[in-house]
């Protein structure tokens, strides 16, 4: 009966590893029944070892599966998958440019920073963040930080 339970295990485990080469489900289903099968013949022959069986069981489905994502990742489908280049700023990955001319610019709160809201630099409206206070509309703020399209903004004192 055990050798039953080893040739199910192994030849479960063989189909669980082809399903990454040969996608479609079937062999994945087919390969989950023979693993789920040889625990349930394993538990029944041996039910004081069941706990054991199972956790055996189990590790090696997630070995198996692990194996069959490293074996995915280097053919040439897999390949196909992964990202091969990089996103790089000077080719043009880049959501919103960082104007540098903010750093330490002064200007007037235009909507209460809460701690989001607008400002007015030199008659131009931009989206900031206060550095944690709530700021109402008026006041004079300084910017403390710009990186992309995040710009905080600190108070000045009067």
Same mark, same amino acid.
């Given at each position: 009966?055990?050798?039953?339970?080893?040739?199910?295990?192994? !030849?479960?485990?063989?189909l669980?590893? !082809?399903?990454?080469? =040969?996608?479609?489900? /079937? @062999?994945? /289903?087919?390969?989950?029944?023979? =693993?789920?099968? #040889?625990?349930?013949?394993? @538990?029944?022959?041996?039910?004081?070892?069941?706990?054991?069986?199972?956790?055996?069981?189990? /590790?090696?489905?997630?070995?198996?599966?692990?194996?069959?994502?490293?074996?995915?990742?280097?053919? *040439?489908?897999?390949?196909?998958?992964i990202?091969? %280049?990089? $996103? $790089?700023?000077?080719?043009?990955?880049?959501?919103?440019?960082?104007?540098? #001319?903010?750093?330490?610019?002064?200007?007037?709160?235009?909507?209460?920073?809460?701690?989001?809201?607008?400002?007015?630099?030199?008659?131009? *409206?931009?989206?900031?963040? %206060?550095?944690?206070?709530? /700021?109402?509309?008026?006041?004079?703020?300084? =910017?403390?930080? !710009? #990186?992309?399209?995040?710009?905080?903004?600190?108070?000045?004192d !009067?």
């Open positions: 009966m055990m050798g039953w339970v080893v040739v199910l295990y192994v !030849a479960g485990l063989v669980i590893l !082809a399903e990454f080469i =040969v996608p479609g489900m /079937i @062999c994945g /289903i087919l390969g989950a029944s023979f =693993v789920l099968a #040889s625990g349930a013949i394993a @538990c029944h022959t041996y039910p004081d070892y069941a706990l054991f069986i199972v956790l055996g069981e189990a /590790i090696g489905v997630l070995i198996a599966i692990a194996i069959g994502m490293y074996m995915l990742s280097r053919t *040439r489908a897999g390949k196909t998958l990202l091969q %280049s990089s $996103q $790089q700023a000077n080719a043009g990955w880049v959501a919103h440019e960082t104007d540098r #001319s903010l750093m330490g610019a002064t200007g007037e709160v235009y909507s209460a920073l809460r701690p989001a809201g607008m400002i007015m630099i030199d008659g131009k *409206r931009i989206d900031a963040v %206060s550095d944690g206070a709530f /700021i109402d509309k008026g006041t004079r703020v300084r =910017v403390i930080e !710009a #990186s992309g399209s995040r710009v905080v903004v600190e108070q000045v !009067a």
